[in-house]
């Protein structure tokens, strides 16, 4: 069977579905509290913004805790999601939108509306439709506020237009979009995962030096031979070396890339800059010359670090892309990328201490302080079995930030033709 369509006001949808109104889609809508805590409280509830929405969920790590008896009060303002709730970021940074399912005692703030589908909504196809970018380019352009800071109010996300087909095709087109956003939630914490285990071991091997002798018992514990080294004003394990960490890899500065503009809106390479480290590499993204020197060339698997701002080190999957200024590129002909990875997160915190102090609007660290770090580099044998365990554990990391990109890249292409019925489904009937 060929789909008919008709026109609408949002633009063609099949004949059988029809449009009505994020107020009448939604038994519930509300615009979130504007309780603003004055102080931290040591409660166990949590109350989020928009900046504690990620990968999903809201992460609960940086929310401002508040007492009992707020908790309750917002509670009964019907501030407090419930499972199946969406939930969508309306102020700033707009159109963040996530189906709740978590079981955490949170209420939201104002910059986060709370929408509770009606029964003939699956929360997930309303989800979706609000993610897609032909309804978040409708709402920005007619609803939002004309400010330098766009925001929704309440009415305005009443009027909203919803397309509405049945509840079973609802739910057959979300779950095709929902399995894959399952699958890269997994990566995502598979990532976590390893990273902390990374990132244990690293510690476990350099910092208490417990790596595996050559009879594979813990070095140190098992009576390992120690020396004192000035330097650093402590003991380490006979026969290693310090070296600066400027020494153990090299940090390539990047172009002020306004300086090579793009050869055409077709042939360009997107700039990464700071921002880029968090979100990847997006449509809003500044493009650049394909002729910028190689070195500058950003590709998977590169390890990037911030050094200015919000100082950040990553390692890239987002694609190839061109270096930016205020970000060095990490590299290094001697030792392996797992090494200078991990002994770079091991100074971060310092660093960012370092930048904090900076009496500028942009804290930053000089190159000064990448020779004062010192790094403790192992003899050549317990080297060869360290590179073994750790350079797995990077590749992995490696391999399934590129598969949950090679995801999202199928899911958004799939997502607007889905939701507006351009795509075909088979819908099972009872």
């Given at each position: 069977?060929?789909?008919?369509?008709?026109?609408?006001?949002?633009?063609?949808?099949?004949?059988?579905?029809?449009?009505?109104?994020?107020?009448?889609?939604?038994?519930?809508?509300?615009?979130?509290?504007?309780?603003?805590?004055?102080?931290?409280?040591?409660?166990?509830?949590?109350?989020?913004?928009?900046?504690?929405?990620?990968?999903?969920?809201?992460?609960?790590?940086?929310?401002?805790?508040?007492?009992?008896?707020?908790?309750?009060?917002?509670?009964?303002?019907?501030?407090?999601?419930?499972?199946?709730?969406?939930?969508?970021?309306?102020?700033?940074?707009?159109?963040?939108?996530?189906?709740?399912?978590?079981?955490?005692?949170?209420?939201?703030?104002?910059?986060?509306?709370?929408?509770?589908?009606?029964?003939?909504?699956?929360?997930?196809?309303?989800?979706?439709?609000?993610?897609?970018?032909?309804?978040?380019?409708?709402?920005?352009?007619g609803?939002?506020?004309?400010?330098?800071?766009?925001?929704?109010?309440?009415?305005?996300?009443?009027?909203?237009?919803?397309?509405?087909?049945?509840?079973?095709?609802?739910?057959?087109?979300?779950?095709?979009?929902?399995?894959?956003?399952?699958?890269?939630?997994?990566?995502?914490?598979?990532?976590?995962?390893?990273?902390?285990?990374?990132?244990?071991?690293?510690k476990?091997?350099?910092?208490?030096?417990?790596?595996?002798?050559?009879?594979?018992?813990?070095?140190?514990?098992?009576?390992?031979?120690?020396?004192?080294?000035?330097?650093?004003?402590?003991?380490?394990?006979?026969?290693w070396?310090?070296?600066?960490?400027?020494?153990?890899?090299?940090f390539?500065?990047?172009?002020?890339?306004?300086?090579?503009?793009?050869?055409?809106?077709t042939?360009?390479?997107?700039?990464?800059?700071?921002?880029?480290?968090?979100?990847?590499?997006?449509?809003?993204?500044?493009?650049?010359?394909?002729?910028i020197?190689?070195?500058?060339?950003?590709?998977?698997?590169?390890?990037?670090?911030?050094?200015?701002?919000?100082?950040?080190?990553?390692?890239?999957?987002?694609?190839?892309?061109?270096?930016?200024?205020?970000?060095?590129?990490?590299?290094?002909?001697?030792?392996?990328?797992?090494?200078?990875?991990?002994?770079?997160?091991?100074?971060?915190?310092?660093?960012?201490?370092?930048?904090?102090?900076?009496?500028?609007?942009?804290?930053?660290?000089q190159?000064?302080?990448?020779?004062?770090?010192l790094?403790?580099?192992?003899?050549?044998?317990?080297?060869?079995?360290?590179?073994?365990?750790?350079?797995?554990?990077?590749?992995?990391?490696?391999?399934?930030?590129?598969?949950?990109r090679?995801?999202?890249q199928?899911?958004?292409?799939?997502?607007?033709?889905?939701?507006?019925?351009?795509?075909?489904?088979?819908?099972?009937?009872?």
């Amino acid at each position: 069977m060929k789909t008919k369509f008709k026109e609408t006001e949002i633009g063609m949808i099949p004949e059988d579905w029809e449009i009505t109104t994020l107020e009448k889609a939604s038994q519930l809508l509300t615009d979130g509290s504007h309780f603003s805590p004055k102080e931290e409280h040591n409660g166990k509830h949590f109350i989020a913004t928009v900046k504690d929405m990620e990968d999903y969920v809201i992460n609960t790590r940086n929310c401002k805790r508040i007492s009992e008896e707020i908790f309750n009060e917002l509670t009964r303002s019907n501030c407090k999601p419930q499972k199946g709730d969406v939930l969508f970021s309306k102020d700033g940074t707009m159109g963040l939108c996530f189906v709740f399912k978590q079981d955490e005692p949170i209420v939201i703030l104002s910059s986060i509306a709370l929408i509770r589908p009606h029964n003939e909504f699956d929360p997930f196809f309303l989800k979706y439709y609000l993610s897609d970018k032909k309804t978040q380019d409708l709402i920005i352009a007619g609803f939002s506020s004309g400010s330098a800071l766009p925001r929704l109010t309440l009415v305005n996300l009443k009027q909203i237009p919803v397309v509405k087909p049945n509840i079973t095709e609802q739910r057959t087109r979300s779950s095709i979009l929902a399995d894959l956003d399952s699958k890269i939630e997994l990566n995502q914490n598979m990532n976590k995962t390893l990273e902390e285990i990374g990132q244990a071991i690293f510690k476990h091997w350099f910092i208490d030096f417990e790596f595996p002798n050559e009879q594979g018992k813990p070095y140190k514990s098992s009576g390992g031979e120690m020396v004192y080294n000035e330097e650093l004003e402590k003991e380490m394990p006979k026969d290693w070396e310090i070296k600066p960490l400027d020494e153990i890899a090299n940090f390539l500065n990047g172009l002020a890339l306004q300086k090579y503009p793009p050869e055409s809106e077709t042939e360009f390479l997107p700039v990464i800059k700071i921002r880029e480290l968090r979100q990847g590499l997006t449509e809003s993204c500044d493009k650049a010359s394909q002729k910028i020197p190689n070195e500058y060339v950003v590709d998977d698997g590169d390890v990037l670090f911030s050094w200015s701002g919000s100082l950040e080190v990553v390692i890239w999957t987002s694609g190839k892309g061109a270096l930016n200024q205020h970000l060095f590129k990490v590299t290094s002909k001697d030792y392996p990328k797992w090494f200078y990875y991990y002994w770079i997160l091991q100074y971060l915190p310092q660093f960012r201490h370092i930048a904090e102090g900076k009496a500028t609007t942009m804290g930053h660290i000089q190159r000064h302080h990448l020779k004062d770090s010192l790094v403790i580099v192992p003899d050549k044998p317990t080297f060869q079995r360290m590179d073994k365990n750790l350079d797995s554990i990077l590749d992995k990391l490696i391999q399934v930030n590129i598969e949950s990109r090679n995801l999202s890249q199928i899911r958004d292409s799939l997502l607007p033709k889905l939701i507006s019925g351009k795509i075909r489904v088979p819908v099972e009937t009872s």
